[in-house]
């Protein structure tokens, strides 16, 4: 079985993405990892040169700057990542820039390639979330948040990323089969100094929305404040990934959060019921495959 990695990035440094702990957390289970890397105004090209030579492979591109809607230019530059991918590859693990898998999980996830790797009707492996926000003590407990995604494809030409990068579809924009397993992602989107924060909020918004839309409903100011933005969250029990053990620790910036400032609203609480009753209450960008 022949498994890549894949990723994209640019401007890692100065918006502080922990890529290197993203692509140092699969390359146990892949035979390499493939990184589009963004024309950068930082040292990101030389940030992944650095990490595992050997089983780092890069390919330089540019961002389409002109695309503005909905994050296609995310996609796009995952698609070609995805295409740089050998067609021998068995699977394809996906791993954006602010997203960590842990350790103990690989082995589950190396096992449920080798299990479905010749079974046709799985097109990928579906993994849960845990979204961090604010600090690295804390997760989102609110339906806002995606609970699962697909992050691991089979090396299949008619798959292809699909609207902001975020999950995956297949010839004439038909989901993807896939299997659910026991294993998650942590994504550290929303866990960074806020001031690089700050700047993320000011320049990934721009592959949404137009500059009269950034005007109104992007704050000026130099720090982003995350107590002003305060989601519903829960604590965070378990261990981070080894990789994230020296990030972790320099946490340098204060989060304070108060639950009796937040009220979920009926909606919410609804959700929060159906779930807990064995229903999905979320869009789903896949389908389900029993066996």
């Given at each position: 079985?022949?498994?890549?990695?894949?990723?994209?990035?640019?401007?890692?440094?100065?918006?502080?993405?922990?890529?290197?702990?993203?692509?140092?957390?699969i390359l146990p289970i892949c035979d390499y990892v493939l990184v589009?890397?963004?024309?950068?105004?930082?040292?990101?090209?030389?940030?992944?040169?650095?990490?595992?030579?050997?089983?780092v492979r890069i390919i330089e591109t540019e961002w389409d700057e002109?695309?503005?809607?909905?994050?296609?230019?995310?996609?796009?530059?995952?698609?070609?990542?995805?295409?740089?991918?050998?067609?021998?590859?068995?699977?394809?693990?996906?791993?954006?820039?602010?997203?960590?898998?842990?350790?103990?999980?690989?082995?589950?996830?190396?096992?449920?390639?080798?299990?479905?790797?010749?079974?046709?009707?799985?097109?990928?492996?579906?993994?849960?979330?845990?979204?961090?926000?604010?600090?690295?003590?804390?997760?989102?407990?609110?339906?806002?948040?995606?609970?699962?995604?697909?992050?691991?494809?089979?090396?299949?030409?008619?798959?292809?990323?699909?609207?902001?990068?975020?999950?995956?579809?297949?010839?004439?924009?038909?989901?993807?089969?896939?299997?659910?397993?026991?294993?998650?992602?942590?994504?550290?989107?929303?866990?960074?100094?806020?001031?690089?924060?700050?700047?993320?909020?000011?320049?990934?918004?721009?592959?949404?929305?137009?500059?009269?839309?950034?005007?109104?409903?992007?704050?000026?100011?130099?720090?982003?404040?995350?107590?002003?933005?305060?989601?519903?969250l829960e604590p965070f029990k378990d261990t981070h990934p080894k990789?994230?053990?020296?990030?972790?620790?320099?946490?340098?910036?204060?989060?304070?959060?108060?639950?009796?400032?937040?009220?979920?609203?009926?909606?919410?609480?609804?959700?929060?019921?159906?779930?807990?009753?064995?229903?999905?209450?979320?869009?789903?960008?896949?389908?389900?495959?029993?066996?």
């Amino acid at each position: 079985m022949k498994v890549a990695g894949f990723t994209f990035v640019k401007n890692a440094i100065i918006y502080d993405y922990p890529i290197v702990e993203a692509i140092r957390s699969i390359l146990p289970i892949c035979d390499y990892v493939l990184v589009a890397v963004g024309k950068s105004e930082d040292d990101t090209l030389q940030l992944i040169q650095s990490i595992a030579p050997g089983k780092v492979r890069i390919i330089e591109t540019e961002w389409d700057e002109s695309l503005r809607e909905g994050g296609r230019v995310l996609a796009l530059e995952t698609d070609k990542a995805f295409a740089a991918i050998e067609t021998d590859v068995d699977w394809a693990f996906y791993i954006q820039g602010d997203e960590v898998v842990h350790e103990k999980y690989l082995e589950t996830i190396r096992d449920a390639m080798i299990r479905y790797k010749n079974v046709p009707a799985v097109d990928g492996l579906l993994f849960g979330y845990k979204h961090f926000y604010g600090s690295y003590d804390y997760v989102g407990a609110s339906s806002s948040w995606y609970a699962n995604e697909i992050r691991v494809v089979k090396r299949n030409a008619g798959i292809y990323s699909y609207k902001d990068a975020q999950g995956f579809r297949k010839n004439d924009n038909q989901k993807l089969n896939v299997i659910p397993i026991d294993a998650y992602i942590f994504h550290y989107g929303w866990v960074k100094k806020p001031d690089a924060m700050q700047k993320k909020q000011e320049n990934f918004n721009r592959y949404w929305h137009d500059d009269s839309w950034m005007d109104e409903n992007i704050e000026k100011t130099e720090q982003y404040d995350y107590e002003k933005h305060l989601r519903v969250l829960e604590p965070f029990k378990d261990t981070h990934p080894k990789v994230m053990k020296e990030r972790v620790e320099r946490l340098n910036w204060r989060f304070q959060y108060d639950s009796s400032k937040i009220n979920p609203g009926f909606k919410e609480k609804l959700k929060r019921v159906l779930k807990k009753m064995g229903f999905q209450p979320n869009y789903a960008n896949y389908k389900i495959v029993k066996l």
